[in-house]
């Protein structure tokens, strides 16, 4: 059976821009093949050599623009990590040898093991330590911020960071961010961030008058306020900024629009910044 189509009008001469496009270019929509292939051929090779090739191949369906194939294989990339973090693992040698460095390796702290749980660790030198003590402590100390990482691997890493007051980075002419304990986990419960904090808290005093920033996660807020009774509590400017851009976006503003209001309310600046509470 043989079916004939014929489509009424003319072919435009002339493409329209894009409207998210903040080029001048017009927007040509790849074939979703195209861009798998490219993909797959990314992650061999160099992103120039894959569009050189795709070229020589059919110059009519490349990818037109480079970022169509870096943004592919970041996504692929990005599933197949939440695919093992989503997957059952087996630790058992990790863990092994993680307790066979526990007396020999100064960066190892504590390891804390609970019966139907995977293991925690706490990771740190007695300089970042002390460091993180002497830079946060009081009225006018650096504030604290406890923050949980991504995508590292089949774990989560929940760090400690603070300005250090002692130096001066040349690129920006202020004190740099320094990292101080960090916890190694792979859950995110309020009871698994009491004992890191407690960790911590055994070290410093729960006296010390110390002010930490956050984000709103509720298991951590907690904990926090449960292991640090006297600390005066922020959140992270960060945190706010991306949650009024997500909902500007949700509701249908527009990048400029969107990117104007929140330069209103942050302004221009960047770094770590917090709100009190």
Same mark, same amino acid.
Request: charged residues 30%; contains cysteine.
């Given at each position: #059976? ?15 821009? /894009? ?21 797959? #051929?990314?992650?061999?090779? $160099?992103?120039?050599?894959? #569009? ?62 609970? !019966?139907?749980? $995977? ?9 970042? #330590? ?42 920006? $002419? ?24 407690? /960790? ?6 729960? !006296? ?38 997500? /909902? ?30």
């Amino acid at each position: #059976m043989l079916a004939i189509v014929e489509y009424c009008g003319t072919m435009p001469t002339k493409l329209k821009k /894009h409207e998210n496009s903040k080029k001048s270019e017009p927007y040509i929509r790849t074939d979703p093949k195209v861009i798998q292939r490219a993909a797959e #051929m990314a992650e061999h090779e $160099k992103v120039s050599n894959v #569009m050189t090739k795709l070229m020589e191949d059919n110059s009519f369906t490349a990818p037109k623009f480079r970022r169509q194939k870096n943004d592919k294989r970041f996504r692929n990339r990005k599933r197949k990590l939440e695919e093992n973090m989503n997957s059952r693992i087996n630790i058992a040698d990790d863990v092994v040898s993680v307790l066979s460095e526990l007396h020999s390796n100064p960066v190892i702290q504590e390891i804390i093991l609970t !019966k139907h749980k $995977k293991p925690v660790v706490i990771v740190y030198s007695n300089q970042q #330590m002390d460091d993180m003590i002497r830079n946060c402590e009081g009225d006018d100390g650096s504030v604290l911020g406890v923050d949980r990482t991504f995508n590292l691997g089949n774990f989560y890493v929940t760090v400690f960071s603070y300005k250090n007051r002692c130096l001066i980075s040349n690129r920006k $002419k202020d004190f740099p961010v320094m990292f101080g304990p960090c916890m190694i986990h792979f859950d995110a419960e309020e009871e698994t961030y009491g004992k890191f904090f407690s /960790h911590v808290t055994d070290r410093l005093g729960q !006296k010390t008058r110390l002010t930490i920033g956050s984000d709103e996660g509720k298991s951590m807020t907690n904990a926090l306020k449960a292991k640090f009774p006297h600390a005066n509590f922020l959140l992270c400017t960060k945190h706010i900024h991306d949650n009024i851009r997500r /909902h500007l976006q949700e509701n249908g503003a527009g990048v400029q629009e969107r990117k104007g209001i929140l330069r209103v309310i942050f302004g221009k600046n960047d770094g770590i910044f917090f709100f009190r509470r």
